[in-house]
């Protein structure tokens, strides 16, 4: 069973940066793919990025495009996402996702994190 261990989250002001690490274990192919979710209060989850091996980093269109930078540490089986210029609508829970292929898509998710809050206050 793939486990997805987060951490990272808390509170930053506006144009501040944040750093969520992702680090996963229990799986058993390389093809894996590991991504970022994010959950706003009252709004559905949206992709935010994910990166492989196999394909390298992959990013979803949307606001947090050019801000927002994803990469691995291999050695470490770790994700990491770099959250720069945050913004009050960056407020969300933030979830690891884990899953094998190419493309990271929700309902495909295999394993969850549980979660870590960024507050972005103005």
């Known amino acids: 069973e793939v486990r997805l261990v987060e951490s990272g989250g808390g509170l930053v002001q506006a144009g501040g940066s944040l750093k969520l690490s992702c680090a996963a274990s229990?799986?058993?192919?390389?093809?894996?793919?590991i991504g970022w979710f994010r959950q706003a209060p009252g709004k559905v989850r949206e992709g935010i990025a994910s990166?492989?091996?196999?394909?390298?980093?992959?990013y979803f269109k949307g606001p947090v495009r050019g801000r927002f930078t994803i990469s691995s540490d291999n050695a470490k089986n770790t994700v990491y996402l770099q959250m720069d210029n945050l913004k009050p609508e960056d407020t969300a829970v933030y979830y690891c996702?884990?899953?094998?292929?190419?493309?990271?898509?929700?309902?495909?998710?295999?394993?969850w994190g549980e979660g870590t809050l960024v507050t972005v206050s103005s």
């Open positions: 996702a884990f899953t094998y292929g190419e493309h990271l898509v929700e309902d495909a998710v295999e394993s």
């Open positions: 229990g799986f058993t192919r390389d093809d894996y793919l």
């Open positions: 990166i492989s091996r196999i394909y390298g980093p992959k």
